[in-house]
């Protein structure tokens, strides 16, 4: 830390004649200046060494050397064990017998004792005094509070020799024993002060006389019996001593009793008792009290009569030397007499620190308690501030219903702390358990008049308010709240007055309460509709189905496909879980919007499959019964018809149109069935159901639905099975004619009968074909188990070598069952394997996301494919830019090339030819050389883009071969559609090089460096306005450049030709401006300019002319140039001539001031604006000092006016040349 010292002339005279009154008085005349030497003016601080080791040299006038100040009060901390305590009671922590020891010890040796219980119930004492004093009181705690060591010793009879008087040790124990002894003395409990002695001095005495231990019972327990222990003389000295005194006061000692106000009894009795041990030590008389919960006031004083007298007279004197007395104060006023944080109380209160003041909630009254004078002095204050208070402040209560009194409140507190600050008052408002309706105000008088008149008014707006009830559905509550409730506290601002409830989101209620004022509550209701318009607008939804193979395309990769349909539709589209069975795309926003989001997401399906889309008329009557029970009736035409989509339009709209989505064949034979259905309903409608367990059902229905389907050939009727989501699962029903439905019910009868009918049967089956219906966890069994109404089929064990397979369940069942069995064996013993060779690295890419295409491949051609494991070592040479080997490299089939296909032949080779069509083919795309880096773009954007886009690996060319080819490698299709896309990029890459040789034209000016500034503008703005308006760039020259005129124009031709006609005529501008010169007093331009230039930009922007100050240091420092059109500037220079003249009256003034009010310098004569000289008129020489170390050959003398030299205190460095815009910023 360092300061500075500011010295003048004045203050030096005073310190030198302070310091050396000897040296000037007669060696300088008084009419002559003395100047001091530099360590005389500047005495230099002490060194770190003794004072004696710089000899030579005069004693530094700062004084000697400080020496350190050792503290005199030293801290010692020692810990006690639990094991090692003497008093282990913990129940009364500080108030047992270690408590009173330490207290013993502290008033024998004067130390400070603090004793604090640790976690381990150790005791942890920390004793602080002086050094003398802490070691006198540690020792006697490891005395008094430590467990002294002992030690006993069991003897037996022939450890004790009779007949020899030698010591034996084992025999201390007894003889310690034998000495001790214990003395108990019932004496009237009246006496033991006496026995005690004042402070217990006495009995501490005789303790240490007698070498025994007395214990005398406290004054609060009523025990008469003493107890002495110690050795025995010890015991029988201290017994002795003890009746002694005993006797010779109930001998001496007579009592009496005198009545005092039970509340004055505490002072009587002290703090801790010492008020009575101080009467028994100064007069030796023992005052006994009576119990504190005794209504009892006599108070019996017994000692020797002739020292009755002055002990009752210092009992009267205690206990009046404590008054308490009680000041009247309205209850209101209590907390502005404590004052706010206690501060007109706290300054009684450290007046008069020995007066306890006490106030009481709810009562009109203040307690004051303490010596009688300074009650006295309280009570004159309080009474004094109450009387203030009773002037200066007021109080009235109104009654408001209790209903308003959180409006009152307001949001936060907000209205009330508004009324609160701005009158300056206290406003207390009941809670609404005390159910009261008076508010109370508290303050300045006119504040309070003006609270309540606005409280009034508040309560009469409430009473007009009005509340309208808004019916909003609670789907829409979160969204109007919105996000931390952002959106309903714009709606609060916008309409302050309007206090908007929603109702708890578990009341299921769709009523949104408004009030307030009539008006505003209409307004706000208004807002809030058209909110609620919008949002019903935008919450329309239509579900799209969409097949579930496709929903992957319509994410696209990345998401790129669904996000950007949604930012450019502005909708919300959601998909079904991947888990989930629907097919159905959910679309939700406006209508339009979410019927142009519905138009592309089907386009994306037609484009990727053979998708039909036709319409069917029928009619609208009929719809309800085509879509059967929960929909019934149309899913089993969508299920039998491969899954298309059929659409019935929404019920009440009328409409006839019924639209069938799917591939074109199926929707065919959809429509058709449809129009049977249709035409059964109009013809005869007749339902039957039947019940048939759920395992049965497939068994039913047949492999692809054969055996429904004769059943359904046969009759005419339509069968309809419940679907996994169905309640009812046991539950057929059959559609139709009647005497259709009658006979496809009793065929369908029979077939479950015969369900019902169990049997068990068996077959042989090679043992080498048992492995195949076990493997995989018995997945065979399981499938024909499903499919064939939950027959059992038991192989026997492994490695019993039977061949006897048992079938367990209905007998038709059983029997489809062991025809299946034989189709599998024949199929696993006309089973071969068949090997395609594709090169490894397209073996990922046939088997698709998680082996999608390879799953679809193995149960569309019952076959096995196995690939080959993937050999790093063999993989294709380097890749190329864009991560894919050279297309042109010639295949030569390896090992883990070979990919195995097992089954029958004929399956082999239709799943060989699926493969096959799988593998990647590569085509070559024309595409100039120029346009490749386009392509790839930045950091390889532009080809991930298309890779990912078209699910193709595209490969250009190193940079080197400048080739013209960009291979496209993927599936067939892909290709294709990559192919086009990359025709289309490079269609767009060759418009937009057109588009850059056509904005290449450019145009070089030559224009003044003169006007640059002026074209370019404040921070750009001119130039930045020109550019955008003519969508053109503009150069202006570097600083280094040789043609520092040339101004270069670029973009398309006609913007460039007008930009440059702008800056022509700009230029045109500003060579009709002049320049002229007008010299203004330096001090005045300052003030010109303004704080940070505001005021002079506002003048310059008054008068559209430029003002140029000129720099710190200039030649002319009173010259000012002012640009811009002649009458402009000669408008604004007689403005500033004017602002000039205007400003110097107040510079004079000031200086003029400022040289009255210097001090009158002893050295300089006397005059206020006068130098040293007065005869010569020049300025100060300021302070002279004599063999300074700026005298010295080389230095400098510092410059006395520098403010960096001589800074300022609490101000930093301030440069050396200052600009009256102020300091630069870098």
Not at 227 to 255: F, H, P, Q, S, W
Not at 514 to 540: D, H, M, T, W, Y
Not at 1053 to 1060: G, S
Not at 1172 to 1191: H, I, Q, T, Y
Request: aromatic share 4%; with cysteine.
């Amino acid at each position: 830390m360092s300061s500075v010292a500011v010295l003048t002339p004045e203050s030096f005279a005073e310190h030198r004649s302070g310091l050396k009154d000897q040296e000037i008085t007669g060696c300088v005349p008084e009419d002559e200046a003395y100047i001091p030497t530099y360590l005389e003016a500047f005495p230099p601080l002490p060194e770190k060494g003794a004072p004696g080791e710089k000899t030579g040299e005069p004693a530094s006038a700062w004084g000697s050397k400080i020496r350190p100040i050792k503290a005199s009060v030293i801290t010692q901390v020692f810990h006690v064990p639990l094991e090692e305590r003497r008093y282990k009671d913990n129940s009364q922590f500080g108030e047992g017998e270690e408590a009173k020891v330490c207290l013993d010890i502290m008033q024998r040796t004067g130390a400070h004792i603090e004793l604090s219980l640790a976690k381990d119930q150790g005791l942890s004492i920390m004793v602080t005094g002086k050094l003398d004093s802490v070691m006198k009181a540690r020792k006697e705690i490891v005395a008094r509070l430590q467990t002294q060591v002992s030690q006993s010793y069991h003897l037996r009879p022939d450890c004790f020799n009779f007949n020899s008087r030698k010591f034996n040790p084992d025999s201390t124990h007894l003889a310690l024993q034998d000495k001790r002894a214990v003395e108990r003395l019932s004496l009237e409990k009246a006496f033991h002060p006496f026995i005690a002695g004042a402070h217990n001095r006495l009995v501490q005495e005789l303790s240490q006389e007698t070498g025994a231990r007395i214990s005398i019972p406290p004054p609060s327990l009523p025990k008469d019996e003493i107890v002495i222990t110690g050795e025995k003389e010890a015991v029988a000295l201290a017994v002795n001593r003890i009746r002694a005194i005993y006797e010779d006061k109930k001998r001496k000692t007579t009592t009496i009793s005198v009545e005092v106000k039970k509340s004055q009894h505490k002072y009587i009795i002290g703090p801790k008792g010492n008020t009575l041990q101080e009467i028994l030590e100064a007069t030796g008389v023992s005052v006994e009290m009576p119990p504190l919960d005794s209504a009892s006031e006599t108070i019996i004083l017994r000692g020797e009569p002739d020292k009755l007298g002055p002990a009752l007279t210092q009992v009267y004197a205690k206990a009046k030397s404590v008054m308490v007395m009680e000041v009247s104060a309205p209850a209101w006023l209590h907390r502005f007499i404590i004052g706010k944080k206690g501060q007109n109380i706290g300054r009684i209160t450290q007046q008069l620190p020995r007066v306890h003041i006490e106030f009481t909630d709810g009562e009109e009254r203040i307690s004051l308690e303490g010596p009688t004078e300074e009650v006295e002095q309280a009570q004159a204050q309080i009474q004094e501030i109450i009387k203030d208070l009773l002037v200066r402040m007021d109080y009235t209560e109104v009654s408001i219903d209790q209903r308003f009194h959180r409006h009152l409140i307001g949001k936060n507190g907000a209205n009330i702390n508004r009324i609160k600050e701005q009158y300056k008052v206290s406003v207390r408002i009941p809670q609404d358990s005390e159910r009261s309706n008076l508010v109370r105000i508290e303050g300045d008088p006119k504040g309070v008049q003006m609270a309540r008149r606005e409280l009034i008014e508040m309560v009469q707006r409430m009473e007009n308010e009005r509340t309208k009830d808004l019916i909003v559905e609670q789907k829409f509550h979160r969204t109007i709240i919105g996000q931390k409730g952002e959106k309903i506290k714009e709606v609060r601002d916008k309409f302050p007055e309007v206090i908007i409830t929603f109702p708890d989101p578990s009341q299921k209620s769709d009523i949104v309460q408004l009030r307030g004022p009539k008006n505003e509550v209409e307004k706000c209701a208004k807002f809030l509709q058209k909110i609620i318009a919008e949002l019903i607008e935008n919450s329309f939804s239509l579900s799209v189905p969409i097949f579930k193979q496709f929903h992957k395309n319509i994410i696209g990769k990345g998401g790129a496909n669904i996000k950007k349909i949604r930012e450019e539709t502005n909708t919300k589209i959601d998909l079904p879980t991947e888990n989930s069975n629907s097919e159905m795309i959910v679309i939700t926003g406006k209508k339009s919007n979410c019927e142009a989001a519905r138009d592309r997401v089907l386009a994306i399906q037609r484009d990727l499959a053979n998708i039909k889309e036709t319409e069917v008329a029928i009619p609208a009557r009929l719809h309800n019964s085509l879509i059967g029970s929960k929909g019934c009736l149309v899913r089993s035409i969508m299920e039998d018809c491969g899954g298309v989509h059929i659409h019935f339009p929404s019920e009440g709209s009328g409409s006839d149109k019924v639209t069938i989505r799917g591939p074109a064949g199926e929707v065919e034979k959809a429509r058709k069935q449809l129009l049977q259905l249709a035409e059964e309903k109009q013809v005869n409608n007749f339902t039957a159901d039947l019940q048939a367990k759920p395992e049965y059902h497939k068994f039913l229905i047949g492999r692809g639905g054969a055996n429904i389907r004769r059943v359904r050939d046969r009759t005419g009727a339509r069968i309809i099975f419940p679907s996994p989501d169905d309640t009812e699962q046991e539950l057929i029903t059959i559609v139709g004619k009647e005497e259709a439905v009658r006979q496809a019910q009793k065929e369908l009868e029979i077939l479950v009968k015969n369900l019902d009918d169990v049997v068990e049967d068996s077959m042989e089956v090679e043992v080498r074909h048992h492995r195949h219906f076990v493997c995989r966890r018995g997945q065979v069994l399981r499938e024909l188990a499903e499919e064939y109404g939950g027959v059992a089929v038991s192989f026997p064990r492994t490695g019993s070598n039977s061949q006897r397979v048992t079938l367990k369940g209905a007998k038709d069942c059983v029997e489809a069952v062991k025809k299946r069995i034989q189709e599998i064996i024949e199929d696993l013993e006309s089973q071969v394997s068949v090997e395609v060779a594709i090169p490894q690295r397209h073996h990922r890419a046939i088997m698709g996301p998680k082996g999608s295409r390879i799953q679809h491949i193995t149960r569309e051609h019952e076959v096995q494919i196995k690939f080959p494991e993937r050999d790093e070592g063999a993989a294709d040479a380097s890749p190329q830019e864009n991560g894919d080997v050279s297309p042109e490299a010639e295949f030569v089939p390896r090992k883990c090339d070979i990919i195995t296909i097992s089954g029958r032949a004929e399956k082999c080779e239709l799943a060989k030819a699926a493969l096959l069509a799988l593998v990647p083919i590569t085509e070559d795309v024309e595409v100039s050389y120029d346009l490749h880096r386009y392509i790839i773009g930045q950091k390889g954007s532009g080809i991930r883009k298309l890779m990912e886009e078209y699910e193709v690996n595209i490969w250009v060319p190193q940079p080197e071969k400048q080739l013209d080819v960009i291979k496209v490698t993927g599936l067939a299709a892909n290709v294709e559609r990559a192919k086009l896309g990359l025709l289309e990029r490079v269609k767009e890459l060759q418009a937009e090089q057109e588009d850059r040789a056509l904005r290449s034209f450019k145009v070089t000016m030559c224009v003044d460096p003169k006007f640059h500034p002026k074209i370019i503008g404040r921070k750009g703005a001119v130039i930045s306005q020109i550019r955008k308006d003519h969508d053109v760039s503009i150069q202006f020259p570097d600083k280094g450049d040789e043609q520092q005129d040339l101004i270069v124009v670029s973009g398309y031709e006609r913007n460039v030709e007008e930009a440059r006609l702008a800056i022509q005529l700009l230029v045109s501008e500003l060579q009709e401006m002049v320049s002229q010169d007008v010299h203004l007093d330096p001090r005045t331009h300052a003030r010109i300019i303004g704080a940070r230039g505001k005021a002079i930009r506002k003048l310059m922007e008054e008068f559209k002319v430029d003002i140029r100050f000129p720099q710190p240091g200039s030649d002319e420092p009173d010259k000012v140039t002012v640009t811009g059109l002649p009458d402009t500037v000669d408008a604004a220079i007689d403005h500033l001539l004017n602002l000039e003249e205007e400003y110097l009256l107040s510079v004079t003034e000031t200086e003029t001031l400022a040289a009255y009010m210097k001090p009158p310098s002893r050295y300089g004569g006397g005059g206020g604006a006068g130098g040293l000289d007065d005869s010569s008129g020049g300025p100060a020489k300021g302070f002279v000092v004599r063999d300074a170390p700026w005298n010295a050959a080389g230095n400098k003398a510092p410059d006395m006016s520098s403010a960096e030299d001589f800074p300022t205190f609490g101000s930093g460095v301030a440069p050396k040349q200052t600009s009256a815009w102020g300091p630069k910023k870098f």
